[in-house]
């Protein structure tokens, strides 16, 4: 072994390695005192192995330690080779039926919503993956890392509690068996002694407090003086603030600062510095001094190396532990006893204590290694478990205390509870930290963290409660920690500072706690759990009684409050306690003694609460009607109130659960109703009413804002369940048990209305006075506020126990009320309902019943509409509407309404029966004094006196007559025989009022009311009241016979109806006489001025004509062929081509003299077609791209958006643009979404990102290629033959330029050798026929293709700028003919006009760019390319023929051609050079494909060959085997010849996109338009594509015609060496038809992304796990982004993992995967991004970015296809250029850091 070990320990002991394991455990075995001789060991060999130097050696220590430390401990506990002995001891031990898998950061865990007790018990993935629950409904989270698997745990799931795995296990478990059975004797005591010592050891040196001594036993005997400087984690600090200061404190460059700040964050401490206690000492006082200025300092120790050594042993040594007792349950119950045995000082001393007690005194990295070693003991053996948690029990207030507290000397930062300490990278959005399902992010590194493991396991939680009084306990140590209290001992919270809010949140983890004792109900009562319980009971109605009116507030008069008051501690207590009060009323509820005995406890606080219950208010009688009543003044306008009463609305609650559960009707006698003073229990909750409806009536607006905000928190649906809805239940309890008349009189005087309701004519005084106006509007919404309270009281009996519902109905007249606003997606549904304490809102059981779902589009989410037959039971005045859902409600009814022609009255719906205990609760609605406010409101709406009173008023009061009419209705209907019905509405409403001023009844006010022509809206919904009116009294007097007045009735009906009818019917009519006279108006208009402006139309007639005919593609002369190119190119006639100007508006004809006109274009880099991403140009400035590889691993592409501008109104555009972005740069800091500087602007028309202009041109073959045509045009060889005696020509020209002139007459000798070919004139230059302006615009594109392209500096005369335009053009044309095959298109389909625009310019661009290029230049540019297919000796770095893209090489041949043909005066046309070139570059292709095509032989050859193609096939392939077979003797590499037709197929096939190419690019050159059969997608066109392009159908005829010249062509391809070496199999080589480049597949379940990304760990920071693990969807690598571990530096700046990679994997875009917040990232440069949203969506259509929901997600190829298609059409930079201009927060992001 030592050999191995041998060259990697060089610097270290020689000696360790000679240590022996085996002998070193044989001498212990022998020893007495066997504690000593193991700490002298480790006295010994530790520091020689630890902390040797500055940097830690993590594998060599570790290797050594195993060897040196661990190997001993592992001899002697299995007495033999642990090799043979571990496997043995795991043998014997029976698979435990628990999992305990321990979840790393961000692994994904699953929650099962229809099994799991409570959302914490949740799966690992491959326990999920083997459960039942995959088929329930789950939940999906991602872990923060700490938590464990809870299968096998049958506590933790209803059903379903093992996977398959876990299943076998559990066969024969008996109850309890000791795991120590299958261990023998001497194993066991050898294993106790050791692990012992062992775990003695840890805790002791973990929690050692000195700082440079050793515990006696360890000390050394010479002392070395090397000490480190270790920095601690904490709270307070950035990670800025850390690395600034260890730059200066210990001079280390800002890398070595962000590695060490990145270790202190993750591991809770770092050295930042090695060696003698001075050195050291001085670091210290440095970063103590740098960090103590605003907050306390840094936590900094100087410790001695070999303490340090040690600690670092003692944690691996705990890791070792939980990884030994892996192998046996025996082992993990000894180390469980060795754990929780009492040490020699009694209480709290066993190991487990010592360490937990500890616990805030530990780093972080200690803290996470002994939390896992307590889950992997003692939490999973069931014995030892419960004893745990009875310890923890027991230290629980200790431990919450040190939790808390800050310690000054040892900052409490050290409880590192919040994950990220010093906060995040900082990337300016704050880290999207979703709240996982334990929101107890804060604790995970404290011990109180395990809390969750104990709590939530129910047999334990209720155990705890009974033996431990843990209930008690918890609330206990909460109020401990909230002192501040008032003089009525009620909760004072202070302004809320930063370290108060970190406190309070801790504070808030008791709450969590408490929630996970209650979490699940006891079925079966014990006394002794009932007696805990209701101490416990006790203790919480002590904290609700300190809450009970906090945080009172009086209305200010006169002047705005100063200082908004502190509010949201108190609703923060209120929001987590919510759940708990619902949690605390469903265990009283479960228990009918429990029940009956919290009520009283809870009434006598309540009692206690309003002790003072007149407060010195004087009492007042209140008499209207004929009733009186006594109360006290008060005015909630004029004194103190309070929003917070938990102690009433707890009470309600319990009283809604005596009617629920019967108990109030079985045992009366046991129950303190008699006692209840229902004024005394309404005050409060009617006072808090009072408070909002005179906060909606604008009374408080002088109280600021955090009035307004306590009272949206009051209504709003994470607190009204125990806030505003138990109020009304309160309020219901009091009218049920007192007189109507009284309530609604207090009520009055409540909300100071008295006045006005008992004094008669008050209305008509108030409106002659005339008071002040808002005074008047005050009051209105007053009396609304009062009259919507009492639809509440009387309509609200959904809950069950007030109405005799079930809790599914409650839910189903939710969503209802929700889905009647406006149709509405899952997640929005499940925000407006109230949440559980497991998160559910029972939604998904009813909503079926309620609604259909409309599955969602491309983009958007699925909806849920509700179903029409509901909409019957929608109520106007449900009473959680907010007043904006209520108006959009209201709205959205009464246009269905309309549109099912019904009429648009909206009665109120037929309400389920009470229950008998709130049975008398309707009698409200007939009291005298209500019947009272109806008339003398509806009194008002009869007189219309003035401002006093309101439709909304009326409007109301229609409402509840209409729901007294139901009420009376519904008694009638189910009243029994001989059963007189009390409830008599309908006879008190058609009685006139008494003597005195004998005011009418409410039904002829009503009858009044219909035919007032000011109240439209309301006629249909009096029409309704009085015809339910009518249908009471039809019922009344079925019993009784009096038939006459029912006719009468009826007919007065009819009557009112008829004249209703003709009224509208009239007015109808007025409406459509006025419609038509404004009608003959305007066309009148319209004639006279189309009679004066007539040329003006004509003209616009003519142009439209012109216009029209440019843009058809169709044929000329139908039933011709067409052909592109060569001598037989057909003529097209010249159109004239207007365009206008989107910036000036001018229209100008497009030719060569004009202005020159442009578009906006955007040219980019592009990785998009690229078969081989990782070339890369080192040496851009030298880089040479005159031939593009086959792989073309990079292109430049141009897109536009079409639009056309002159140049010179461009060019004052960007200047503008430019002038305005230096003047931004001065005043604000931050990006924009286009780069000036590189040229950037938006297209003025559409904001799409651009960054040069192309210019628009005539088609440039017929501007300079107007020559005369001979008829004699050359053949191919002859062709040939010409154009290379004209290059050598030009080379001997430009060799004698160049050749120091010496003497004249040889100069002139040369030129007579010289042989010109004939009617060659190289002196000639050409004159260019383009005007200035288009020439400078031909050259700003060309310069801006090349400077992108090559991402070099601008320069227009480098020779390379024209290769770089063509190049573009044929990358384009390439990428667009991908996109049309990929979608299955037609070549010559519709395109959209944009693309076809862009090709259109591009092409005719590049075809004109020589005319501005140098002519030389461009002419050796294509004797250079000539020279690839036709040898020339004087070139020698010319690429083989399989390396050349050839459509690159046929596009930059035919537009340099021109450039020698102009100086060619013997009668070549253009078009001939064009064709020839043509067939070359097409018979190369041929050649290319052949040798590169692998040919597998089809068992079936289908028909042999006889067709002429095969066999000219043939014939071809066997030339070339003779070219290739002869170049080498041994070895042929084409291999044995196949079948023609095999070849003939793969010919095809591969020539096919060539040939699709090559169609695009000469018929945007030549304007020749395409033959119709290629415009629809069915056959291949290969025949129609060869007669277009004047090729034979059979291709291989081109070899055929011109076999003199092509069979030495092609012997000298195939004679290039590196096609030998191809054919030799030494070298790879692209075959063809190239595969489209397509995105990564993704798999079809989110949940494994997740999986993988948790097992991927930073590749920077060794195993740490990264935080935000990023997916390349482009070609699959995961990245470690948005951290600092992983940047690096490009071109000069730091940047994150993602921009970094978008420059080697996409040449500057990029499409990324955010794993963890299921989000897909764009990116494009560095200062580019934007997020898009990402291709998974749950069952409901939606997606789940940020994980917050957890639905399971799934991959939706349809989005997925989208984003591919963005990437493949190059529109990235655009996307984000869009939704960065939508959307300016985006701009502010860093998202070079990503």
Same mark, same amino acid.
Request: glycine content about 6%; charged content about 25%.
């Given at each position: 072994?030592?050999?191995?070990?041998?060259?990697?320990?060089?610097?270290?002991?020689?000696?360790?390695?000679?240590?022996?394991?085996?002998?070193?455990?044989?001498?212990?075995?022998?020893?007495?005192?066997?504690?000593?001789?193991?700490?002298?060991?480790?006295?010994?060999?530790?520091?020689?192995?630890?902390?040797?130097?500055?940097?830690?050696?993590?594998?060599?220590?570790?290797?050594?330690?195993?060897?040196?430390?661990?190997?001993?401990?592992?001899?002697?506990?299995?007495?033999?080779?642990?090799?043979?002995?571990?496997?043995?001891?795991?043998?014997?031990?029976?698979?435990?039926?628990?999992?305990?898998?321990?979840?790393?950061?961000?692994?994904?865990?699953?929650?099962?919503?229809?099994?799991?007790?409570?959302?914490?018990?949740?799966?690992?993935?491959?326990?999920?993956?083997?459960?039942?629950?995959?088929?329930?409904?789950?939940?999906?989270?991602?872990?923060?890392?700490?938590?464990?698997?809870?299968?096998?745990?049958?506590?933790?799931?209803?059903?379903?509690?093992?996977?398959?795995?876990?299943?076998?296990?559990?066969?024969?478990?008996?109850?309890?068996?000791?795991?120590?059975?299958?261990?023998?004797?001497?194993?066991?005591?050898?294993?106790?002694?050791?692990?012992?010592?062992?775990?003695?050891?840890?805790?002791?040196?973990?929690?050692?407090?000195?700082?440079?001594?050793?515990?006696?036993?360890?000390?050394?005997?010479?002392?070395?003086?090397?000490?480190?400087?270790?920095?601690?984690?904490?709270?307070?600090?950035?990670?800025?603030?850390?690395?600034?200061?260890?730059?200066?404190?210990?001079?280390?460059?800002?890398?070595?600062?962000?590695?060490?700040?990145?270790?202190?964050?993750?591991?809770?401490?770092?050295?930042?510095?090695?060696?003698?206690?001075?050195?050291?000492?001085?670091?210290?006082?440095?970063?103590?001094?740098?960090?103590?200025?605003?907050?306390?300092?840094?936590?900094?120790?100087?410790?001695?190396?070999?303490?340090?050594?040690?600690?670092?042993?003692?944690?691996?040594?705990?890791?070792?532990?939980?990884?030994?007792?892996?192998?046996?349950?025996?082992?993990?119950?000894?180390?469980?006893?060795?754990?929780?045995?009492?040490?020699?000082?009694? @209480?709290?001393?066993?190991?487990?204590?010592?360490?937990?007690?500890?616990?805030?005194?530990?780093?972080?990295?200690?803290?996470?290694?002994?939390?896992?070693?307590?889950?992997?003991?003692?939490?999973?053996?069931?014995?030892?478990?419960?004893?745990?948690?009875?310890?923890?029990?027991?230290?629980?207030?200790?431990?919450?205390?040190?939790?808390?507290?800050?310690?000054? @000397?040892?900052?409490?930062?050290?409880?590192?509870?919040?994950?990220?300490?010093?906060?995040?990278?900082?990337?300016?959005?704050?880290?999207?930290?979703?709240?996982?399902?334990?929101?107890?992010?804060?604790?995970?590194?404290?011990?109180?963290?395990?809390?969750?493991?104990?709590?939530?396991?129910?047999?334990?939680?209720?155990?705890?409660?009974?033996?431990?009084?843990?209930?008690?306990?918890?609330?206990?140590?909460?109020?401990?920690?909230?002192?501040?209290?008032?003089?009525?001992?009620?909760?004072?919270?202070?302004?809320?500072?930063?370290?108060?809010?970190?406190?309070?949140?801790?504070?808030?983890?008791?709450?969590?706690?408490?929630?996970?004792?209650?979490?699940?109900?006891?079925?079966?009562?014990?006394?002794?759990?009932?007696?805990?319980?209701?101490?416990?009971?006790?203790?919480?109605? &002590?904290?609700?009684?300190?809450?009970?009116?906090?945080?009172?507030?009086?209305?200010?008069?006169?002047?705005?409050?100063?200082?908004?008051?502190?509010?949201?501690?108190?609703?923060?207590?209120?929001?987590?306690?919510?759940?708990?009060?619902?949690?605390?009323?469903?265990?009283?509820?479960?228990?009918?003694?429990?029940?009956?005995?919290?009520?009283?406890?809870?009434?006598?606080?309540?009692?206690?609460?309003?002790?003072?219950?007149?407060?010195?208010?004087?009492?007042?009688?209140?008499?209207?009607?004929?009733?009186?009543?006594?109360?006290?003044?008060?005015?909630?306008?004029?004194?103190?109130?309070?929003?917070?009463?938990?102690?009433?609305?707890?009470?309600?609650?319990?009283?809604?659960?005596?009617?629920?559960?019967?108990?109030?009707?079985?045992?009366?006698?046991?129950?303190?109703?008699?006692?209840?003073?229902?004024?005394?229990?309404?005050?409060?909750?009617?006072?808090?009413?009072?408070?909002?409806?005179?906060?909606?009536?604008?009374?408080?607006?002088?109280?600021?804002?955090?009035?307004?905000?306590?009272?949206?928190?009051?209504?709003?649906?994470?607190?009204?369940?125990?806030?505003?809805?138990?109020?009304?239940? $309160?309020?219901?309890?009091?009218?049920?048990?007192?007189?109507?008349?009284?309530?609604?009189?207090?009520?009055?005087?409540?909300?100071?209305?008295?006045?006005?309701?008992?004094?008669?004519?008050?209305?008509?005084?108030?409106?002659?006075?005339?008071?002040?106006?808002?005074?008047?509007?005050?009051?209105?919404?007053?009396?609304?506020?009062?009259?919507?309270?009492?639809?509440?009281?009387?309509?609200?009996?959904?809950?069950?126990?007030?109405?005799?519902?079930?809790?599914?109905?409650?839910?189903?007249?939710?969503?209802?009320?929700?889905?009647?606003?406006?149709?509405?997606?899952?997640?929005?549904?499940?925000?407006?309902?109230?949440?559980?304490?497991?998160?559910?809102?029972?939604?998904?059981?009813?909503?079926?019943?309620?609604?259909?779902?409309?599955?969602?589009?491309?983009?958007?989410?699925?909806?849920?509409?509700?179903?029409?037959?509901?909409?019957?039971?929608?109520?106007?005045?449900?009473?959680?509407?907010?007043?904006?859902?209520?108006?959009?409600?209201?709205?959205?009814?009464?246009?269905?309404?309309?549109?099912?022609?019904?009429?648009?009255?909206?009665?109120?719906?037929?309400?389920?029966?009470?229950?008998?205990?709130?049975?008398?609760?309707?009698?409200?609605?007939?009291?005298?004094?209500?019947?009272?406010?109806?008339?003398?409101?509806?009194?008002?709406? /009869?007189?219309?006196?003035?401002?006093?009173?309101?439709?909304?008023?009326?409007?109301?009061?229609?409402?509840?007559?209409?729901?007294?009419?139901?009420?009376?209705?519904?008694?009638?209907?189910?009243?029994?025989?001989?059963?007189?019905?009390?409830?008599?509405?309908?006879?008190?409403?058609?009685?006139?009022?008494?003597?005195?001023?004998?005011?009418?009844?409410?039904?002829?006010?009503?009858?009044?009311?219909?035919?007032?022509?000011?109240?439209?809206?309301?006629?249909? $919904?009096?029409?309704?009241?009085?015809?339910?009116?009518?249908?009471?009294?039809?019922?009344?007097?079925?019993?009784?016979?009096?038939?006459?007045?029912?006719?009468?009735?009826?007919?007065?009906?009819?009557?009112?109806?008829?004249?209703?009818?003709? *009224?509208?019917?009239?007015?109808?009519?007025?409406?459509?006489?006025?419609?038509?006279?404004?009608?003959?108006?305007?066309?009148?208009?319209?004639?006279?001025?189309?009679?004066?402006?007539?040329?003006?139309?004509?003209?616009?007639?003519?142009?439209?004509?012109?216009?029209?005919?440019?843009?058809?593609?169709?044929?000329?002369?139908?039933?011709?062929?067409?052909?592109?190119?060569?001598?037989?190119?057909?003529?097209?006639?010249?159109?004239?081509?207007?365009?206008?100007?989107?910036?000036?508006?001018?229209?100008?004809?497009?030719?060569?003299?004009?202005?020159?006109?442009?578009?906006?274009?955007?040219?980019?880099?592009?990785?998009?077609?690229?078969?081989?991403?990782?070339?890369?140009?080192?040496?851009?400035?030298?880089?040479?791209?005159?031939?593009?590889?086959?792989?073309?691993?990079?292109?430049?592409?141009?897109?536009?958006?079409?639009?056309?501008?002159?140049?010179?109104?461009?060019?004052?555009?960007?200047?503008?643009?430019?002038?305005?972005?230096?003047?931004?740069?001065?005043?604000?800091?931050?990006?924009?979404?286009?780069?000036?500087?590189?040229?950037?602007?938006?297209?003025?028309?559409?904001?799409?990102?651009?960054?040069?202009?192309?210019?628009?041109?005539?088609?440039?073959?017929?501007?300079?290629?107007?020559?005369?045509?001979?008829?004699?045009?050359?053949?191919?060889?002859?062709?040939?033959?010409?154009?290379?005696?004209?290059?050598?020509?030009?080379?001997?020209?430009?060799?004698?330029?160049?050749?120091?002139?010496?003497?004249?007459?040889?100069?002139?000798?040369?030129?007579?050798?010289?042989?010109?070919?004939?009617?060659?004139?190289?002196?000639?230059?050409?004159?260019?026929?383009?005007?200035?302006?288009?020439? &400078?615009?031909?050259?700003?594109?060309?310069?801006?293709?090349?400077?992108?392209?090559?991402?070099?500096?601008?320069?227009? *005369?480098?020779?390379?700028?024209?290769?770089?335009?063509?190049?573009?053009?044929?990358?384009?044309?390439?990428?667009?003919?991908?996109?049309?095959?990929?979608?299955?298109?037609?070549?010559?389909?519709?395109?959209?006009?944009?693309?076809?625009?862009?090709?259109?310019?591009?092409?005719?661009?590049?075809?004109?760019?020589?005319? /501005?290029?140098?002519?030389?230049?461009?002419?050796?540019?294509?004797?250079?390319?000539?020279?690839?297919?036709?040898?020339?000796?004087?070139?020698?770095?010319?690429?083989?023929?399989?390396?050349?893209?050839?459509?690159?090489?046929?596009?930059?041949?035919?537009?340099?051609?021109?450039?020698?043909?102009?100086?060619?005066?013997?009668?070549?046309?253009?078009?001939?050079?064009?064709?020839?070139?043509?067939?070359?570059?097409?018979?190369?292709?041929?050649?290319?494909?052949?040798?590169?095509?692998?040919?597998?032989?089809?068992?079936?050859?289908?028909?042999?060959?006889?067709?002429?193609?095969?066999?000219?096939?043939?014939?071809?392939?066997?030339?070339?085997?003779?070219?290739?077979?002869?170049?080498?003797?041994?070895?042929?590499?084409?291999? @044995?010849?196949?079948?023609?037709?095999?070849?003939?197929?793969?010919?095809?096939?591969?020539?096919?996109?060539?040939?699709?190419?090559?169609?695009?690019?000469?018929?945007?050159?030549?304007?020749?338009?395409?033959?119709?059969?290629?415009?629809?997608?069915?056959?291949?066109?290969?025949?129609?594509?060869?007669?277009?392009?004047?090729?034979?159908?059979?291709?291989?005829?081109?070899?055929?015609?011109?076999?003199?010249?092509?069979?030495?062509?092609?012997?000298?391809?195939?004679?290039?060496?590196?096609?030998?070496?191809?054919?030799?199999?030494?070298?790879?080589?692209?075959?063809?038809?190239?595969?489209?480049?397509?995105?990564?597949?993704?798999?079809?379940?989110?949940?494994?992304?997740?999986?993988?990304?948790?097992?991927?760990?930073?590749?920077?920071?060794?195993?740490?796990?990264?935080?935000?693990?990023?997916?390349?969807?482009?070609?699959?690598?995961?990245?470690?982004?948005?951290?600092?571990?992983?940047?690096?530096?490009?071109?000069?700046?730091?940047?994150?993992?993602?921009?970094?990679?978008?420059?080697?994997?996409?040449?500057?875009?990029?499409?990324?995967?955010?794993?963890?917040?299921?989000?897909?990232?764009?990116?494009?440069?560095?200062?580019?991004?934007?997020?898009?949203?990402?291709?998974?969506?749950?069952?409901?259509?939606?997606?789940?970015?940020?994980?917050?929901?957890?639905?399971?997600?799934?991959?939706?190829?349809?989005?997925?296809?989208?984003?591919?298609?963005?990437?493949?059409?190059?529109?990235?930079?655009?996307?984000?250029?869009?939704?960065? *201009?939508?959307?300016?927060?985006?701009?502010?992001?860093?998202?070079?850091?990503?």
């Amino acid at each position: 072994m030592a050999s191995e070990l041998e060259p990697e320990v060089q610097a270290f002991d020689r000696t360790l390695l000679e240590c022996s394991a085996e002998e070193t455990a044989g001498r212990w075995l022998q020893a007495t005192d066997l504690t000593r001789e193991v700490y002298q060991h480790l006295a010994h060999y530790v520091p020689r192995i630890y902390c040797r130097g500055p940097n830690p050696f993590p594998q060599k220590e570790d290797m050594l330690a195993q060897h040196v430390l661990l190997g001993p401990m592992e001899w002697y506990l299995c007495g033999e080779d642990p090799a043979f002995g571990f496997p043995k001891l795991e043998q014997a031990n029976k698979p435990s039926h628990l999992c305990g898998r321990v979840f790393k950061v961000g692994e994904p865990t699953y929650s099962c919503r229809d099994c799991a007790v409570d959302p914490t018990c949740v799966l690992c993935m491959e326990c999920f993956l083997g459960s039942i629950h995959r088929d329930h409904r789950y939940r999906m989270t991602t872990s923060g890392g700490g938590g464990f698997c809870d299968c096998g745990d049958t506590e933790a799931w209803k059903e379903g509690p093992y996977c398959h795995r876990h299943e076998l296990n559990t066969a024969g478990i008996e109850e309890e068996e000791d795991p120590l059975v299958h261990l023998s004797e001497d194993v066991i005591a050898r294993t106790y002694n050791i692990f012992a010592i062992m775990f003695r050891y840890a805790v002791e040196i973990l929690t050692w407090e000195k700082e440079n001594e050793l515990p006696a036993d360890l000390e050394m005997k010479e002392k070395s003086d090397t000490y480190y400087c270790m920095l601690f984690n904490d709270e307070v600090h950035t990670y800025e603030q850390v690395i600034y200061t260890l730059q200066k404190a210990v001079n280390c460059t800002q890398k070595e600062a962000i590695g060490f700040a990145t270790t202190v964050d993750r591991d809770g401490r770092r050295s930042v510095r090695f060696g003698d206690f001075q050195y050291c000492e001085q670091a210290k006082s440095v970063i103590v001094r740098n960090t103590s200025r605003q907050t306390k300092p840094l936590k900094v120790q100087v410790m001695h190396s070999s303490l340090v050594a040690h600690q670092n042993f003692g944690l691996k040594l705990l890791s070792w532990l939980g990884s030994i007792i892996g192998y046996s349950d025996g082992l993990r119950r000894i180390l469980c006893q060795v754990g929780l045995q009492e040490g020699p000082d009694g @209480e709290n001393s066993s190991l487990v204590d010592r360490l937990m007690l500890s616990d805030s005194k530990l780093w972080k990295g200690a803290r996470s290694v002994y939390h896992q070693l307590f889950m992997s003991s003692l939490l999973m053996d069931l014995k030892y478990k419960k004893l745990f948690a009875i310890r923890f029990a027991k230290n629980y207030q200790q431990l919450q205390r040190d939790f808390m507290d800050d310690d000054h @000397e040892r900052a409490v930062s050290v409880t590192a509870l919040s994950v990220q300490l010093f906060t995040a990278p900082t990337l300016n959005y704050e880290r999207l930290q979703s709240d996982y399902v334990t929101d107890d992010h804060d604790r995970e590194f404290s011990v109180a963290d395990l809390s969750v493991q104990i709590f939530t396991v129910p047999s334990l939680a209720r155990m705890l409660i009974t033996e431990e009084n843990l209930m008690t306990i918890i609330i206990k140590t909460f109020m401990d920690h909230l002192r501040h209290r008032d003089g009525q001992g009620r909760f004072q919270f202070e302004r809320y500072t930063a370290l108060q809010a970190f406190k309070f949140r801790r504070v808030q983890s008791l709450i969590l706690d408490l929630k996970y004792v209650l979490i699940s109900r006891p079925a079966v009562w014990s006394d002794e759990l009932r007696h805990k319980f209701l101490d416990g009971f006790d203790a919480f109605l &002590e904290l609700l009684k300190c809450m009970q009116g906090m945080d009172p507030i009086t209305r200010q008069v006169g002047q705005h409050i100063e200082m908004e008051p502190e509010w949201e501690a108190a609703f923060t207590l209120q929001m987590k306690l919510t759940h708990v009060i619902s949690m605390v009323q469903d265990w009283c509820a479960s228990d009918e003694k429990v029940l009956i005995e919290a009520y009283k406890k809870c009434l006598a606080v309540l009692t206690q609460c309003h002790g003072g219950f007149t407060d010195g208010e004087q009492p007042i009688t209140l008499s209207i009607c004929g009733h009186s009543v006594e109360t006290i003044r008060y005015c909630v306008s004029q004194e103190k109130v309070s929003i917070h009463l938990p102690v009433s609305r707890l009470l309600a609650g319990l009283h809604v659960l005596l009617s629920k559960s019967e108990v109030a009707y079985k045992f009366p006698e046991l129950l303190p109703l008699s006692e209840l003073s229902p004024p005394m229990l309404i005050e409060h909750p009617l006072r808090c009413l009072v408070l909002c409806a005179q906060v909606h009536a604008g009374m408080w607006k002088r109280n600021g804002f955090s009035l307004v905000n306590q009272i949206y928190y009051y209504h709003n649906v994470k607190c009204r369940r125990e806030m505003f809805d138990k109020d009304i239940m $309160m309020l219901q309890t009091g009218v049920s048990m007192m007189d109507p008349n009284h309530f609604l009189m207090i009520m009055l005087s409540r909300f100071e209305l008295y006045q006005i309701f008992s004094t008669p004519d008050y209305g008509t005084r108030f409106s002659s006075e005339i008071t002040q106006k808002d005074v008047v509007l005050q009051n209105n919404t007053l009396i609304e506020e009062m009259l919507y309270l009492i639809i509440m009281l009387v309509g609200e009996r959904f809950s069950p126990g007030v109405g005799q519902v079930n809790a599914t109905d409650e839910i189903k007249r939710e969503i209802i009320h929700q889905l009647s606003i406006k149709p509405m997606a899952h997640s929005e549904l499940v925000k407006s309902l109230p949440e559980d304490e497991n998160k559910e809102t029972g939604m998904e059981n009813v909503i079926e019943t309620v609604a259909h779902f409309r599955k969602p589009g491309l983009t958007g989410r699925g909806m849920y509409e509700l179903k029409p037959e509901c909409a019957k039971e929608f109520n106007l005045y449900f009473y959680h509407f907010s007043r904006a859902e209520q108006s959009k409600a209201e709205e959205a009814q009464r246009n269905l309404r309309r549109q099912n022609k019904e009429d648009t009255a909206l009665p109120p719906p037929v309400l389920p029966p009470f229950c008998p205990l709130f049975a008398s609760l309707v009698n409200i609605l007939q009291s005298d004094v209500m019947l009272c406010i109806m008339g003398t409101i509806l009194q008002w709406a /009869v007189e219309r006196n003035g401002s006093a009173w309101s439709e909304s008023m009326l409007q109301r009061v229609l409402h509840l007559i209409g729901m007294a009419l139901q009420e009376e209705k519904q008694h009638l209907e189910n009243a029994m025989e001989e059963h007189v019905v009390t409830f008599t509405f309908s006879q008190k409403i058609s009685k006139p009022g008494e003597a005195p001023n004998n005011s009418p009844s409410i039904l002829a006010m009503l009858e009044t009311l219909q035919n007032a022509p000011s109240l439209e809206v309301h006629k249909d $919904m009096i029409r309704w009241i009085l015809k339910t009116f009518n249908a009471i009294k039809k019922i009344r007097k079925s019993s009784s016979s009096s038939p006459v007045a029912e006719a009468e009735g009826a007919i007065m009906e009819e009557n009112s109806r008829d004249k209703d009818k003709a *009224e509208r019917k009239r007015k109808a009519e007025i409406a459509r006489l006025r419609r038509e006279k404004i009608m003959a108006q305007m066309s009148e208009m319209q004639r006279h001025f189309i009679d004066e402006n007539k040329e003006l139309f004509q003209q616009t007639l003519e142009l439209d004509g012109s216009s029209s005919t440019i843009l058809n593609n169709s044929p000329v002369v139908s039933g011709m062929t067409l052909t592109a190119l060569g001598p037989a190119q057909t003529q097209v006639p010249e159109h004239k081509q207007f365009v206008t100007c989107i910036l000036c508006q001018e229209e100008q004809e497009v030719n060569v003299e004009s202005k020159a006109m442009v578009l906006a274009a955007f040219v980019q880099r592009s990785t998009v077609l690229s078969k081989n991403r990782s070339k890369f140009v080192q040496d851009p400035e030298k880089h040479d791209p005159l031939f593009m590889h086959p792989d073309l691993s990079c292109g430049t592409h141009t897109g536009s958006c079409g639009h056309i501008m002159h140049a010179h109104c461009w060019q004052r555009y960007f200047d503008s643009v430019q002038a305005k972005e230096q003047r931004r740069q001065q005043r604000l800091r931050i990006h924009t979404s286009y780069d000036v500087e590189s040229g950037e602007f938006l297209c003025p028309l559409c904001e799409c990102l651009s960054n040069t202009v192309i210019p628009l041109l005539l088609p440039p073959r017929s501007v300079f290629g107007s020559r005369l045509n001979f008829s004699d045009q050359p053949n191919l060889t002859e062709w040939v033959r010409t154009v290379s005696q004209q290059i050598k020509a030009l080379q001997s020209l430009r060799k004698e330029e160049n050749a120091p002139n010496t003497a004249s007459s040889k100069n002139s000798k040369n030129m007579d050798q010289l042989q010109l070919p004939e009617g060659f004139r190289p002196d000639f230059q050409p004159k260019n026929p383009y005007s200035e302006s288009i020439k &400078e615009m031909l050259t700003t594109f060309g310069t801006a293709t090349y400077k992108v392209g090559l991402k070099v500096h601008p320069n227009e *005369e480098d020779p390379r700028v024209p290769i770089m335009c063509w190049g573009s053009c044929a990358y384009t044309i390439q990428s667009i003919e991908r996109i049309l095959s990929d979608e299955d298109k037609p070549l010559f389909g519709p395109l959209p006009c944009r693309l076809d625009d862009c090709l259109r310019s591009l092409t005719r661009f590049a075809a004109a760019h020589w005319t /501005v290029a140098s002519l030389p230049v461009v002419q050796r540019h294509f004797g250079k390319l000539f020279a690839s297919l036709v040898p020339n000796d004087s070139y020698d770095d010319i690429p083989c023929i399989l390396d050349i893209d050839m459509f690159h090489l046929l596009v930059s041949l035919v537009l340099a051609f021109p450039a020698l043909q102009c100086q060619d005066f013997s009668g070549l046309s253009l078009s001939t050079g064009d064709l020839h070139i043509f067939h070359l570059v097409t018979m190369a292709h041929i050649i290319q494909i052949l040798l590169t095509s692998c040919t597998e032989e089809n068992g079936m050859d289908q028909e042999n060959p006889t067709g002429e193609e095969e066999l000219a096939v043939l014939a071809l392939y066997k030339i070339l085997h003779q070219c290739t077979g002869s170049c080498f003797l041994t070895f042929s590499a084409l291999r @044995e010849i196949p079948s023609g037709w095999h070849l003939w197929r793969s010919v095809r096939a591969g020539i096919m996109p060539f040939l699709k190419c090559s169609a695009l690019f000469f018929h945007y050159l030549n304007g020749v338009p395409s033959p119709p059969d290629i415009q629809v997608s069915e056959t291949s066109h290969f025949e129609h594509l060869c007669n277009y392009l004047s090729l034979p159908t059979n291709l291989i005829c081109l070899f055929q015609q011109n076999s003199e010249i092509m069979n030495s062509l092609i012997e000298s391809w195939c004679r290039n060496s590196e096609v030998k070496r191809y054919l030799e199999g030494e070298r790879d080589a692209i075959s063809y038809p190239r595969e489209s480049n397509r995105l990564i597949d993704l798999p079809e379940d989110y949940s494994s992304l997740i999986n993988q990304a948790s097992n991927f760990s930073c590749p920077k920071s060794g195993g740490d796990k990264s935080r935000a693990p990023t997916l390349c969807l482009v070609c699959g690598t995961l990245l470690c982004s948005q951290s600092y571990c992983c940047q690096t530096e490009l071109e000069g700046e730091d940047v994150g993992a993602c921009t970094a990679h978008t420059y080697s994997c996409g040449s500057g875009a990029g499409i990324f995967l955010r794993v963890r917040e299921c989000q897909v990232l764009f990116l494009a440069g560095k200062t580019k991004g934007c997020f898009y949203s990402p291709p998974y969506l749950d069952d409901y259509g939606e997606t789940d970015q940020g994980l917050r929901r957890g639905n399971p997600l799934h991959l939706c190829s349809e989005r997925f296809k989208k984003i591919q298609k963005l990437w493949h059409q190059h529109s990235i930079t655009e996307e984000i250029g869009h939704a960065q *201009e939508a959307n300016q927060t985006l701009v502010g992001i860093d998202w070079q850091h990503l």
